[in-house]
């Protein structure tokens, strides 16, 4: 028996594309504990997933966000969690080229963690890896970066970076009204067609430029956005109180037009820097998080939730991120990101937490979003 193990171990390291065979320079000690990893996951949990509309995507209900990879997370904290979200189902992980480049010299320190754990992990085909580029420098926020020249830069660096040939979705971070929307489209079809992104999206876009640039793919018979990822949760938000406000929220309108077109839906804050649980917790809130959610709208939203929340069957955090990930008139996945083990499981799990159809029902009616308006 002990012999047709070792066999077939190393059957699989010869026929995996991409497999430990594969990586050069990598010593002994990590090829084995890559390769434990791998093997644990092809036996571990299976996880619904949501197919993207317009697209060959199938993603995993909630996406991992690493905002803080390589930053306030350490890098091989970061490197331990991304192995346990795909031990845990998940195959769908959410970057951008400016998170971890808060300062000068600092660099895309989120993609670089995600690159080292990339190159080792065997079946890159599995996963479906979205990243950003094109955000203005921290410095100066008011310069758009969103050339055909920094978008290419900013694309073939997350590459290399990210030790891959392609990105499944690409998304511009940032946008410049200056520029006609159908020159970016044109520009991010030819990335296309030299197999560098497979799809492209828009993140921070005003819906007039949104509905400018998908017009335009239209009516050339062009792949256009099939994605938005924008700030969306259970909670509502205070515009004022955003310390940038050149973040765009989801709002009616964009809702209705998503609904209407199919675009699919990414939503960033997912879990309002968890209001709701940190205010149920008794939690003192800091300022930046009171201007943008403290009002009557998330005081009714914090009630429903207290009152469904009381048994200790299910958490705040398993209805605020099922309101996202359902009942939409369009493919909808949040963003969420975790200090630890225990948050992610506890994330993973609101996926198929036993929660009330009912007090769903009434969250969303609260929330005011519909095709009806």
Known sequence: MFILFQKSI???????????????????????HIFFNWFRWKGGKEMKKIKFLNTELSVAPLCLGTVNYGSAMPEKEAIHQLSRYVELGGNFIDTAHIYGDWEPGMGPLSETAIGKWLKEFPERDRLVISTK????????????????????????SSLELLHTDYVDLYFLHRDDPRRPAGEIVEFLEK???AGKIRYYGCSNWKLSRVMEANAYAKEHGLQGFVCNQLMWSLADVNF?????QSFV???????????????NAMAYMSVAKGYFTRRAAGEALPKSVTDVYDGEANDQIFSLLKKACGDGECSMMDYALRYLMEGHPFPSVPIASFDNDEQLAAGMGSVEAP???????????????SMDC
């Open 10 to 32: 190393r059957f699989l390291r010869a026929t995996t594309a991409g497999s430990i065979a594969a990586f050069g320079g990598i010593d002994r000690f990590r090829s084995k």
């Open 133 to 156: 580029g094109a955000h203005p420098r921290m410095q100066t926020m008011q310069i758009p970066r969103c050339s055909d020249a920094e978008i290419e830069e900013d694309l073939n």
């Open 191 to 193: 990335q296309v067609k």
């Open 240 to 244: 004022s109180g955003l310390a940038d």
């Open 249 to 263: 929220l989801m709002d009616q309108e964009t809702y209705s037009y998503q609904g209407r077109a199919g675009l």
């Open 355 to 369: 929660v009330d159809p009912q007090v769903m029902e009434a969250l969303r009616r609260a929330k005011k979003l």
